[in-house]
């Protein structure tokens, strides 16, 4: 099911279009029933905002199209992009600069070796936020190549699944001219999680599998770190990429087997835990959802 929500950030009236549930893919007769919400005014601007197929967003473009303007919200570059206006001084392809925080908020970057369980902690991770933050606004940037997006975890089609990650994979460490290709790649990444992290309460970040130079000014725009590793050997590289940079919050020593243990309280949690299946681990295990509430200053959920 489609749900629309309006609310407003820096002054700017927002429709965000969500499914519920989010496991659950959109069906076009849902159309028939979509309803703008009561509180959306179209004498002012409507900016458009959530993870939809174009035909949402083309029926919606429809249903608002004598607001004062229209705009596709990109996140990433912390601006609306404007498709459509009654007004001469809003043009198309204009971008509205959206920034709500004065104050940058806490940035969390994930990473740890590869097959490590990532991906799916952090879907996890956001998961657990997302059911006992209320209306804060939490962002998962995924800051790699590997083809898998969110969308990965909100299906229980793992063929399709599988064969949208081999054809949206970039890899582009293995090209030729990696070298010239990496750093603008996460410098990028790096102005995108500055431009999250004056929108939202709390963005996660997924570095990927690898720590490299070229990854730096993407860490610095970090606040805080988690590591996942599979592989004990490997976590004190992950810890030196991310010192004295970052505070960690916790190291999860990734197993297959189902478990919890707590290794560690201080001075960062340390937790076994398993397995991170994709599409069957879903929240993350009390004690971590609990350390990263308190680091992140959410004291009062």
Same mark, same amino acid.
């Given at each position: 099911?489609?749900?629309?929500?309006?609310?407003?950030?820096? +002054?700017?009236?927002?429709?965000?279009?969500?499914?519920?549930?989010? @496991?659950?893919?959109?069906?076009? $007769?849902?159309?028939?029933?979509?309803?703008?919400?009561? /509180?959306?005014?179209?004498?002012?601007? $409507?900016?458009? @905002?959530?993870?939809?197929?174009?035909?949402?967003?083309?029926?919606?473009?429809?249903?608002?199209?004598?607001?004062?303007?229209?705009?596709?919200?990109?996140?990433?570059?912390?601006?609306?992009? =404007?498709? !459509?206006?009654?007004?001469?001084?809003?043009?198309?392809?204009?971008?509205?600069?959206?920034?709500?925080?004065?104050?940058?908020?806490?940035?969390?970057?994930?990473?740890?070796?590869? @097959?490590?369980? %990532?991906?799916?902690?952090?879907?996890?991770?956001?998961?657990?936020?997302?059911?006992?933050?209320?209306?804060?606004?939490?962002?998962? #940037?995924?800051?790699?190549? /590997? +083809?898998?997006?969110?969308?990965?975890?909100?299906?229980?089609?793992?063929?399709?699944?599988?064969?949208?990650?081999?054809?949206?994979?970039?890899?582009? #460490?293995?090209?030729?001219?990696? !070298?010239?290709?990496? %750093?603008?790649?996460?410098?990028? #990444? @790096?102005?995108? =999680?500055?431009?999250?992290?004056?929108?939202?309460?709390?963005?996660?970040?997924? =570095?990927?599998?690898?720590?490299?130079?070229? %990854? /730096?000014?993407?860490?610095?725009?970090?606040? #805080?770190?988690?590591?996942?590793?599979?592989?004990?050997?490997?976590?004190?590289?992950? !810890?030196?990429?991310?010192?004295?940079?970052? %505070?960690?919050?916790?190291?999860? !020593?990734?197993?297959?087997?189902?478990?919890?243990?707590?290794?560690?309280?201080?001075?960062?949690?340390?937790?076994?835990?398993?397995?991170?299946?994709?599409?069957?681990?879903?929240?993350?295990?009390?004690?971590?959802?609990?350390?990263?509430?308190?680091?992140?200053?959410?004291?009062?959920?």
């Amino acid at each position: 099911m489609i749900e629309l929500n309006r609310f407003e950030i820096a +002054g700017y009236q927002i429709l965000e279009m969500l499914s519920v549930p989010r @496991s659950q893919l959109v069906q076009p $007769v849902e159309l028939q029933m979509l309803a703008l919400p009561d /509180d959306l005014d179209l004498s002012r601007e $409507v900016i458009l @905002s959530g993870a939809m197929p174009n035909w949402v967003y083309g029926a919606l473009i429809d249903r608002c199209r004598t607001a004062a303007w229209l705009g596709c919200y990109a996140a990433l570059e912390g601006s609306a992009i =404007v498709i !459509h206006s009654q007004y001469s001084n809003v043009q198309p392809g204009d971008r509205v600069p959206i920034a709500s925080n004065l104050t940058p908020c806490p940035a969390i970057l994930i990473g740890g070796p590869p @097959s490590s369980g %990532k991906s799916v902690l952090s879907k996890s991770l956001l998961n657990s936020l997302r059911a006992v933050c209320g209306d804060r606004l939490i962002y998962l #940037h995924r800051a790699n190549w /590997d +083809g898998e997006g969110n969308w990965t975890h909100e299906t229980s089609d793992k063929a399709l699944v599988q064969r949208l990650i081999v054809e949206n994979e970039r890899r582009i #460490h293995e090209r030729p001219d990696a !070298h010239q290709r990496l %750093k603008p790649y996460f410098d990028y #990444h @790096s102005q995108a =999680v500055e431009n999250l992290r004056k929108l939202a309460d709390l963005v996660l970040v997924d =570095v990927g599998g690898k720590t490299q130079p070229e %990854k /730096d000014e993407l860490v610095n725009q970090c606040t #805080h770190y988690l590591i996942i590793s599979r592989n004990p050997d490997l976590v004190q590289s992950w !810890h030196d990429f991310c010192q004295p940079t970052l %505070k960690p919050i916790a190291v999860v !020593h990734s197993i297959r087997e189902s478990a919890c243990e707590i290794t560690q309280l201080e001075p960062w949690l340390e937790i076994t835990a398993g397995p991170w299946e994709q599409g069957e681990t879903t929240t993350v295990p009390q004690e971590l959802l609990e350390a990263v509430l308190r680091i992140c200053g959410f004291e009062d959920v």
